[in-house]
């Protein structure tokens, strides 16, 4: 049985005395499901699971119902640990917060050992509803998109399947049979997330639109595209502060999102053209007609999906932490990825072999910003391989 890296951690918090309640929250399919019956298993305590997913007739009274369920089985525990009590995709109830603040303040002035685990698909949506009531009550564990490291050692996978199959844990059994691979990212992840993630959960006023902002994420992904440019390619596109809000709901799904240029300058950040980032490569490569063996022949498309799985790599390792990844662009000169974290700045350069406009805004934005440390991925430099397998702390 594969447990990811975080299972120990969850568990020691969960083993310590009840304080917080633990959110797990992240993109779909990702295996925070699997890890919450892992711990259930391994704890060996009282527990009680319910999920609120593929039922639209849920609400606040069924949390209290679930609610009441574990608190018997805590009253009734022997032990000190008490009683675990796990709701899955809570965030699809409306006003959930208010009625888990309630619950969870009724336990604590009772002494009630009841600990708690959410999950949730969509850590924006889950982390408003944190945000407004909950403050103080719970720990957040962001539970990103799989690294190579534990692709590698959950399926023996290298590098190159790696970065063309993008790592999504059911789908890698599916991987010898491409085209039910794709349909399958296609049809129970992309699809899934945007109808049922995001589209029921927040009011999208041009459905098309924001799907259309999602299938541009994938094409032009690691390229900076303006806001005025998708305008002008998108029927019935609103302004810019549309399409900026729904690159925002999309990233919170774990789908694509839009780094910002880097400037000491948060309002310029803010006002930047996005440069795409698909957080898992899959889901751009399960939407091109291109197989896996034509991808890796073609030296174009594979230097493209390679950068692109190194910024899916910054942005995943990152998730959740005090690192910031940006892109910066100035006239024709630009650098692939730029990391942030205090005072530090690092910038990541991909297939530097390449010269010209990559070398040139290396030099520039090194004379003007002149970052802690430049690592080189490629040719002259760390490999690939290496680099994704590396914490991202050691870069920093």
Not at 19 to 40: E, N, S
Not at 215 to 227: A, D, K, N, Q, R
Request: aromatic share 10%.
């Amino acid at each position: 049985m594969y447990t990811r890296p975080l299972y120990q951690t969850i568990l020691e918090r969960l083993a310590a005395p009840r304080v917080f309640m633990q959110v797990l929250a992240g993109p779909r399919q990702v295996g925070k499901t699997t890890l919450a019956h892992q711990i259930r298993k391994i704890l060996t305590v009282p527990s009680h699971y319910a999920s609120s997913d593929g039922f639209s007739l849920r609400n606040e009274a069924w949390i209290e119902e679930q609610w009441e369920l574990g608190r018997r089985l805590a009253k009734e525990s022997t032990d000190g640990f008490g009683a675990l009590l796990v709701l899955d995709e809570i965030q699809k109830i409306p006003l959930w917060s208010d009625v888990v603040k309630k619950l969870w303040d009724q336990d604590s002035a009772d002494c009630l050992n009841l600990k708690v685990m959410i999950l949730g698909s969509s850590s924006l949506l889950i982390q408003t509803g944190l945000g407004e009531s909950l403050a103080g009550r719970f720990e957040l564990i962001p539970i990103s998109h799989w690294s190579f490291q534990e692709c590698r050692d959950a399926f023996d996978w290298d590098l190159d399947k790696y970065i063309y199959f993008g790592g999504y844990p059911a789908a890698a059994m599916l991987i010898k049979d491409e085209e039910r691979w794709s349909r399958y990212i296609i049809d129970a992840l992309i699809e899934t997330s945007i109808s049922r993630d995001i589209m029921l959960m927040t009011r999208i006023h041009k459905p098309a639109l924001l799907r259309r902002v999602f299938e541009l994420g994938c094409i032009f992904t690691g390229e900076v595209v303006s806001y005025q440019k998708m305008l002008g390619q998108l029927q019935d596109a609103g302004n810019a502060a549309t399409l900026a809000h729904y690159l925002e709901l999309l990233s919170g799904a774990g789908l694509v999102s839009g780094l910002q240029k880097f400037s000491l300058n948060r309002l310029q950040q803010k006002a930047s053209s996005p440069k795409f980032q698909v957080l898992n490569t899959a889901l751009t490569t399960a939407q091109n007609r291109l197989s896996f063996e034509t991808t890796k022949q073609n030296r174009v498309e594979w230097h493209k999906l390679t950068e692109c799985a190194v910024g899916a790599h910054l942005l995943n390792a990152s998730f959740g932490s005090k690192t910031e990844t940006f892109y910066w662009k100035e006239n024709n000169k630009y650098v692939d990825f730029i990391l942030k974290k205090n005072e530090n700045l690092v910038v990541i350069e991909v297939n530097n072999q390449q010269k010209g406009k990559k070398s040139r805004g290396l030099e520039v934005f090194t004379q003007k910003f002149q970052p802690t440390k430049t690592v080189f991925i490629g040719e002259g430099g760390i490999s690939v391989e290496e680099f994704l397998l590396t914490p991202l702390e050691a870069c920093i």
